[in-house]
């Protein structure tokens, strides 16, 4: 592929960069510019997102796209969980398109329907409307934490018991209130997404099913749609994540990576640093 080519990763809700396991490196090793952006309320303390709203984060990639997209022949974009949704509204936002680049969803939640959403999950946006009851109310980040992998889920366990600040341990649920706005935006804009978008989806995601994946695929014109058939929500780090990965490069337009056998080693790849 000639020409300089970028993309802007953008994180989930409470996460960082590592939200995206080795996708920074995979593509910075194919040879794109990556570019990473910590949403506001991320990268401090949970308490810092109760004041948050969508607006900012959508702010915050408008402003930065706009600031790389002339420097580049093409930059994708590419967002993960919450992200996915911050990218689907960006790429409608800013008209984003086949000259512009590309667009990735990441494990998408337009639907909270996944197989361990808690029964009363319906009930939070009647929890939204009581004063203060919202930004106390924590959503705690339990096992299995997004991952099928059992080595994996040890080592991001072990990161959140020693307080490791990769992703928060709960979020207040006043912040999830942002996300189903993003949701909505997201809904309701798919359809004038012009960009050839891929949409990555584990069957067995915990947080969100297939109908997510098969909404986009049925509203943005030029959608490709990967099941994977051996994670769980944080696919990037998952047991698919190479499959994950040489999705992305294909449909970038690159070559596959060179696949790690050793079990250890790829656990390492894996793993948050």
């Given at each position: 592929?000639?020409?300089?080519?970028?993309?802007?990763?953008?994180?989930?809700?409470?996460?960082?960069?590592?939200?995206?396991?080795?996708?920074?490196?995979?593509?910075?090793?194919?040879?794109?510019?990556t570019h990473a952006i910590t949403l506001a309320g991320h990268g401090t303390t949970p308490e810092d997102l109760a004041g948050v709203r969508a607006e900012q984060w959508i702010d915050a990639v408008v402003a930065q796209y706009r600031e790389l997209q002339?420097?580049?022949?093409?930059?994708?974009?590419?967002?993960?969980?919450?992200?996915?949704?911050?990218?689907?509204v960006l790429a409608e936002r800013v008209q984003h398109g086949p000259a512009q680049g590309k667009l990735v969803t990441l494990a998408p939640p337009i639907y909270i329907d996944g197989?361990?959403?808690?029964?009363?999950?319906?009930?939070?946006?009647?929890?939204?409307?009581?004063?203060?009851?919202?930004?106390?109310?924590?959503?705690?980040?339990?096992?299995?934490?997004?991952?099928?992998?059992?080595?994996?889920?040890?080592?991001?366990?072990?990161?959140?018991?020693?307080?490791?600040?990769?992703?928060?341990?709960?979020?207040?649920?006043?912040?999830?209130?942002?996300?189903?706005?993003?949701?909505?935006?997201?809904?309701?804009?798919?359809?004038?997404?012009?960009?050839?978008?891929?949409?990555?989806?584990?069957?067995?995601?915990?947080?969100?099913?297939?109908?997510?994946?098969?909404?986009?695929?049925?509203?943005?014109?030029?959608?490709?749609?990967?099941?994977?058939?051996?994670?769980?929500?944080?696919?990037?780090?998952?047991?698919?994540?190479?499959?994950?990965?040489?999705?992305?490069?294909?449909?970038?337009?690159?070559?596959?990576?060179?696949?790690?056998?050793?079990?250890?080693?790829?656990?390492?790849?894996?793993?948050?640093?």
């Open positions: 592929m000639s020409g300089r080519v970028g993309a802007l990763l953008i994180h989930g809700l409470g996460g960082t960069q590592y939200d995206l396991g080795s996708m920074h490196k995979i593509l910075a090793k194919a040879g794109v510019e002339p420097q580049y022949d093409q930059l994708h974009i590419m967002g993960m969980c919450m992200g996915a949704l911050v990218a689907l197989w361990s959403t808690p029964w009363y999950a319906a009930l939070r946006k009647l929890f939204y409307f009581i004063p203060g009851l919202a930004t106390r109310m924590k959503v705690e980040e339990g096992e299995p934490f997004g991952i099928k992998n059992t080595l994996v889920r040890a080592v991001v366990k072990a990161k959140f018991e020693r307080g490791d600040n990769f992703h928060y341990r709960w979020v207040p649920l006043i912040c999830v209130k942002q996300v189903d706005r993003l949701r909505g935006w997201a809904m309701a804009g798919a359809k004038n997404i012009k960009a050839s978008a891929l949409v990555v989806h584990a069957r067995e995601d915990e947080l969100t099913s297939l109908r997510s994946a098969e909404f986009l695929r049925e509203q943005i014109a030029d959608t490709r749609v990967v099941v994977l058939e051996n994670s769980y929500h944080m696919i990037c780090v998952d047991n698919d994540r190479d499959q994950v990965a040489n999705s992305v490069l294909e449909f970038f337009g690159y070559p596959p990576q060179e696949v790690r056998v050793r079990r250890r080693e790829r656990a390492a790849a894996a793993a948050p640093e």
